[in-house]
């Protein structure tokens, strides 16, 4: 579905209009949402005039929130706070990323609990519906007072201050605001901190990572189902009989999409008393899957949940009479959206663990029952597919690094008045590149899949049948890289198909082949 523009309610962003928002759709923000926003500002001004004290609001911040604020430098402190702030490093978030995380931060303030002008989520808005892409730098935020620094790099360029990318070009923030026809925000109380305190940069991230996931453990079922026509795999193992047993729901989905790829194939062998099971690497593909699909599954539940919801401090509320109450707390912190990326990432190292296993066995001519050494007819004055499968193992091994779990880390900050931290956003980060790595193994496998398929074909001197959905893979492999007769540089053919995979191509087409909606269910 193509979703051309995001209404912002507060209450109703999903995971794919973050996407939609990411690759260009417009947004709107909902009459209600408005409404809500200038019903909380108000409530900000009501307190303002009673003189009271109000973190962020009257006071200074973390370590400073004993410092009170003169009424006539409450604007100055809003801005300075998005300046000291923006203290980001290392390379630039991707345009794509930055409006993902400009609609989650806009969605989140038109709640109507943050206190701030509808006038400066409208200014939010805007940056996506001009064009206009803050440079935030990738690394600074320990996941808890939110992502402060990156924010503030966003919060710098509604101020005509930073950098943005405009058509193309890195610009000075006020002149790409200018070029794109829009006048900097003069910030207000509490809105400076309001667009700087939140989870909004890891749960956009980690919704991308999230979605692509997804797409990938069904790729990854693909290229398993592919390795096992080509090395001739038996089909016991994925008996629906075996998986009900043990009812863990993804692993009988997982169990359900592999007979239907599979469904006619020529290649997999009969039932053979003294050749009843393969290695764990093919028998074991619904178990280890269907667990990876659960870790993708908890973190889609979590970060729906986070999108919808109030993370910045402090939080605006009105009694019984109608009266503004200003409350602390620590909603910012991103704790459970650090533990999913975490959970997450664990998943999609396995998945690239058991993908790397199954290409090992591809090209091992004592693994893969009879295919030539390195799927090559000319080995030893060629290579073949060796190096393919150093590729994967370096990825895998670089995984298993990531995959330590960022939650498990905690520096103190301002002081130690935030004494533990989530540092959520570098688990988001590591998730990220550990699905990229994947992208590449199970691109790697679909490869040399489709090389042994061929070969197998070519053995048994006749022409078999590939599975109802597999043969709609191998299709789409040839389609972008024929069979290697010769060595030849593999880089771009690795870089071809992990399109295929990263895209969605590859899923869609076969998906499609089978007429159903993909893991659920036999269809």
Excluded at 505 to 517: P, S, W
């Amino acid at each position: 579905m193509n979703i051309e523009k995001v209404t912002l309610t507060g209450e109703h962003l999903t995971m794919e209009d973050v996407a939609a928002v990411a690759a260009g759709a417009s947004v709107e923000i909902s009459t209600y949402a408005l409404s809500a926003m200038r019903h909380s500002w108000e409530g900000v001004q009501t307190l303002l005039a009673r003189g009271e004290i109000a973190y962020g609001i009257t006071t200074g911040f973390g370590a400073f929130k004993g410092r009170i604020i003169p009424l006539h430098e409450v604007a100055a402190l809003q801005r300075n706070l998005v300046l000291s702030h923006a203290a980001g490093v290392g390379p630039p978030l991707d345009p794509p990323s930055v409006r993902a995380v400009i609609g989650v931060r806009a969605n989140t303030l038109a709640m109507g609990y943050s206190g701030i002008r509808p006038e400066v989520v409208a200014a939010l808005a805007a940056l996506l519906n001009h064009g206009v892409a803050p440079v935030i730098p990738a690394y600074g935020s320990v996941g808890a007072s939110g992502d402060l620094a990156p924010l503030a790099h966003l919060a710098c360029v509604l101020i005509g201050e930073g950098e943005a990318f405009w058509q193309g070009e890195r610009l000075p923030g006020g002149e790409a605001l200018r070029r794109a026809g829009l006048a900097p925000v003069v910030l207000g109380a509490k809105e400076g901190l309001a667009l700087i305190n939140g989870t909004a940069v890891t749960t956009a991230l980690g919704a991308l990572a999230t979605l692509r996931a997804e797409n990938l453990v069904q790729a990854a079922d693909i290229a398993g189902a592919l390795s096992m026509e080509a090395l001739q795999g038996t089909l016991a193992a994925f008996d629906a009989r075996v998986h009900l047993v043990r009812p863990h729901p993804r692993q009988v989905d997982t169990a359900a999409y592999m007979r239907r790829l599979l469904s006619g194939s020529g290649f997999l062998r009969p039932h053979d008393p003294r050749d009843i099971q393969d290695a764990y690497s093919l028998r074991c593909i619904p178990q280890v899957h269907g667990a990876v699909s659960d870790t993708v599954a908890y973190a889609r539940w979590a970060l729906e949940i986070e999108l919808n919801a109030v993370t910045d401090n402090p939080l605006i509320f009105f009694d019984e009479q109608g009266a503004p109450e200003v409350i602390s707390g620590g909603n910012f912190h991103a704790e459970p959206i650090g533990l999913a990326m975490d959970y997450l990432k664990l998943g999609m190292t396995e998945l690239g663990n058991i993908s790397e296993r199954r290409i090992a066995r591809l090209i091992d001519a004592s693994l893969s029952r009879g295919l030539p050494p390195f799927l090559t007819r000319h080995g030893g004055v060629e290579s073949g597919f060796m190096l393919a499968q150093y590729t994967a193992a370096a990825l895998a091994s670089q995984n298993k690094v990531l995959a330590h779990p960022s939650t498990a880390d905690s520096i103190p900050t301002s002081a130690n008045t935030e004494d533990h931290v989530s540092m959520a956003t570098n688990a988001a980060h590591h998730a990220r590149q550990v699905i990229e790595n994947v992208e590449c193994i199970i691109a790697i496998e679909l490869l040399l899949a489709s090389q042994g398929v061929d070969l197998r074909r070519e053995q048994l001197g006749r022409c078999l049948e590939l599975g109802r959905g597999t043969a709609a893979a191998f299709a789409e492999v040839r389609e972008r890289v024929p069979f290697l007769e010769h060595d030849d540089v593999l880089s771009p053919k690795i870089a071809a198909i992990t399109d295929l995979v990263s895209s969605g191509a590859l899923v869609q087409a076969v998906n499609a082949h089978l007429g159903a909606q993909g893991r659920c269910g036999e269809g």
